[in-house]
């Protein structure tokens, strides 16, 4: 325990460090809301036993994909102790609980004390509130919020929010003791490589272990070891799992898939047609993320997939003008044509009663 009585991350029980350092599948958790847009809890309920039994290695909640609003309207608090006490009801295997954080410093400290209270073991720490701070400002921030909950860092892409981060900043942010992990999802190379490199040059790469949040570029980020180079010193790291808006659909398939690609980089011999796999679920994505609506789509796109599982019964935002985008209902129609064997409806129908029940 943090000496101010915040969390450290050697306070995390080890089978659960166990999981997240080995790499797992993360999904970041939808909220579910009835036709009055009011919170559907047995919905959420029914969606965290999915998760769970789909072979999850955790949950991430409050973070986008369960709307940011969940503050402005009280439920900040409900929906993270729900995942939780579900979580805890429904398995006894070590499961990593991650809760996002946001907001200016007050807010952010706030966050992760209600996440610590509940039991979660991390938070992530998104930064968009900050935009226009500067780099000293911003790791103040990222250093304040560290004295309560191991953080996981998060570089969110610009189109839904996020603000660019230097090499610099990734140094100074992976220099932070109680960084435990990083969810880099800037969709940009560039970026990603940023992150590489800082998370090296700060020597924490036995400390930090990188989560592709790329949903453009999954399995590839999955298969590629990141080489980079340090003065004298070369250093190899990789993403040894996903925290994913996209991996809130189709779930087992997902873990399926991250299996697959485990023991492709355990062999040392990546075949063609996992490979193959990277365009695929990149073409999924573009559709369930809305990318031809520059993204607007992307959290009623997960919810359409789940409501069509019988998962959620509205696609329902917080935000009434958050909707499915123009022709998107008709791409996932094409999606489920083209690419059945990526889908999980068969595992979610022969369960969906007793995750309900």
């Known amino acids: ?198 998370v090296a040059a700060a020597g924490a790469e036995e400390r930090i272990t990188l989560y592709t949040g790329n949903d453009d570029h999954i399995v590839a980020d999955l298969l590629t070891p990141l080489a980079v180079r340090i003065g004298n010193r070369e250093v190899t790291l990789r993403f040894r799992g996903g925290l994913l808006g996209h991996w809130s659909v189709w779930t087992k398939t997902a873990v399926d898939l991250l299996v697959s690609t485990q023991q492709a980089v355990e062999r040392g011999n990546v075949p063609l047609d996992v490979l193959a796999l990277d365009s695929k679920v990149t073409d999924c994505n573009a559709v369930v993320f809305d990318v031809a609506n520059d993204f607007r789509g992307c959290i009623p796109g997960c ?7 019988g998962l959620m019964r509205t696609v329902h935002c917080l935000d009434p003008e958050e909707v499915l985008g123009p022709g998107q209902a008709q791409e996932i129609d094409r999606i489920y044509a083209t690419w059945p064997e990526l889908t999980d409806d068969a595992f979610v129908a022969a369960n969906l009663a007793r995750w309900r029940g």
Not at 35 to 46: K, L, T
Not at 116 to 129: C, T
Request: glycine share 10%; net charge neutral; proline share 4%.
């Open 1 to 198: 325990m943090a000496a101010n009585g915040g969390l450290h991350w050697t306070d995390i029980p080890a089978p659960v460090l166990a999981v997240l350092r080995g790499g797992a599948v993360l999904p970041a958790h939808p909220l579910a809301l009835d036709e009055q847009r009011r919170f559907d809890r047995e919905s959420q309920r029914a969606l965290s036993r999915y998760y769970i039994d789909a072979g999850s290695g955790g949950l991430a909640v409050g973070v986008h994909a369960t709307q940011f609003q969940i503050r402005d309207v009280g439920l900040y608090h409900p929906v993270l102790e729900l995942a939780r006490q579900t979580a805890a009801e429904w398995t006894d295997r070590p499961l990593v609980m991650i809760a996002g954080a946001i907001g200016r410093t007050a807010q952010a400290v706030e966050e992760a004390r209600v996440a610590r209270a509940v039991g979660y073991h991390a938070v992530l720490l998104g930064l968009g509130a900050l935009k226009g701070a500067s780099e000293d400002e911003l790791v103040e921030h990222c250093a304040a919020v560290a004295k309560e909950m191991p953080l996981v860092g998060f570089y969110l892409q610009t189109a839904v929010g996020g603000i660019p981060l230097s090499r610099g900043f990734w140094t100074r942010f992976a220099a932070l003791d109680n960084v435990i992990a990083i969810k880099v999802a800037p969709f940009n190379r560039y970026r990603t490589l940023d992150v590489a490199f800082g």
């Open 303 to 309: 919810h359409e997939v789940l409501r069509r599982q």
